[in-house]
């Protein structure tokens, strides 16, 4: 009896050595010291490996249902991964009635999309463009055998499950696809913009114009910084230091078509799940981290340009005069208590909208780490 346990618990020390030394190596960020590491799922530790998965994939037309369109086709680097559309299109040519939103820093978003509460997960998250079908946007579904088949049959895939994800019997599943997909996405981190270097100690990192916009942007008298604030220029943020998540989703006044508040019917924000009245057109403030590449900017895309997102927070709510939508926002009656309008000259709107540029991350943008693995 005693040998016999003697040998039981070795063969169980052997195998837990075996699963150490196959365990992915804990993953490199490379982040500035005073920047939080990202809060990561258990069941989705990050590697090396499932990174560059993730990353094969994300630029992988094939993982579409009829093979026109990657994830990259919606969410470019070049533009801080948007697609520089007003509403997104999918790949059968639906159009979407909300824009892309950007893919950078959301390893630190509490929640995900412009206007659902319960996405935390970049991997419940994934599942939507690639099998939703109202509206399509990959249109996967019904082809995930294929999918899965790609990952087995082809040597740059094969070779790479392997190794993200060496503990399962068979990594070749399309969860893990989606799972390699998450840990890419959250590997794409912005820290290095002109704004980043000045609070690091460079005094010459940002013009003194900029600096000007800096202090207009956390000043009470705007009050930008209420829904756009903290590091990464969001108020839906948590990382893995954080004691309670930060969630937040405003109605700017940007319609009011009914003189009672309400939004577009394809767009009425968090009203569209809860149907509380209070709900009507709140949703997500995005991070304005690389705001000045991802125009044109709000949820669907309707303000052009920065000069014109800033000249509607001044008014305080957007008048629209004619049309299907017309309506004063000013008037409605689910706008924030923020967006309460402010005087501006044409200077310090200048100063403004050069802060805004200095949150562009030139990195993030070119580095290779993120960029097409074919190219």
């Known amino acids: 009896m ?32 005073d920047y939080p590491l990202p809060l990561i799922p258990a069941d989705n530790p990050m590697s090396a490996a499932k990174v560059q998965l993730g990353r094969m994939l994300f630029y992988d037309t094939r993982l ?13 680097q070049a533009l801080a991964f948007t697609d520089g559309k007003p509403r997104s299109l999918g790949s059968t040519g639906a159009t979407h009635p909300r824009g892309s939103m950007s893919l950078v820093n959301t390893a ?76 890419f996405v959250r590997s794409i981190v912005s820290y290095d913009s002109a704004y ?77 799940m809860t149907g509380e009245p209070r709900d009507m057109g709140r949703f997500k403030a995005p991070t304005l981290r690389n705001i000045a590449v991802t125009a044109p900017y709000m949820h669907d895309g309707s303000l052009a340009t920065l000069d014109a997102v800033i000249a509607h927070y001044q008014r305080g709510g957007r008048l629209i005069e004619a049309g299907g939508d017309a309506g004063d926002g000013r008037l409605s009656p689910f706008k924030s208590e923020f967006v ?8 310090e709107k200048a100063d403004l909208i050069a802060f805004l540029q200095s949150l562009t991350d030139q990195t993030v943008l070119t580095d290779s780490r993120w960029s097409d693995p074919s190219q």
Not at 64 to 76: D, L, P
Not at 128 to 151: C, I, K, S, W, Y
């Open 108 to 183: 630190y978003a509490s929640r995900l999309t412009w206007a659902n509460p319960l996405l935390d997960k970049l991997e419940d998250q994934a599942l939507t463009p690639l099998f939703g079908d109202n509206p399509v946007e990959m249109g996967l579904g019904g082809h995930e055998q294929r999918a899965a088949e790609l990952l087995r049959s082809e040597s740059s895939y094969s070779q790479l499950v392997g190794k993200a994800f060496p503990n399962d019997a068979d990594p070749h599943s399309i969860i893990n696809a989606v799972r390699a997909i998450a840990a």
């Open 340 to 347: 309460g309008g402010f005087e501006l000259t044409v200077s």
């Open 196 to 272: 980043d270097r000045y609070l690091s100690g460079d005094t010459t990192a940002m013009t003194s114009a900029a600096v000007r916009g800096m202090d207009l942007f956390f000043s009470e008298r705007l009050e930008c910084f209420h829904c756009h604030g903290g590091f990464n220029f969001t108020d839906s943020t948590t990382h893995a230091n954080s004691r309670v998540d930060t969630i937040g989703f405003h109605n700017t006044g940007l319609y009011n078509v009914d003189e009672n508040g309400a939004y577009p019917e394809a767009n009425t924000g968090l009203y569209d």
């Open 64 to 76: 579409s249902g009829n093979e026109t369109m990657s994830c990259a086709t919606c969410h470019i």
């Open 2 to 33: 005693i040998k016999w346990l003697g040998a039981a618990l070795g063969a169980a020390l052997i195998l837990a050595i075996m699963l150490l030394l196959q365990t992915p190596a804990e993953f490199d960020w490379s982040l500035p010291e």
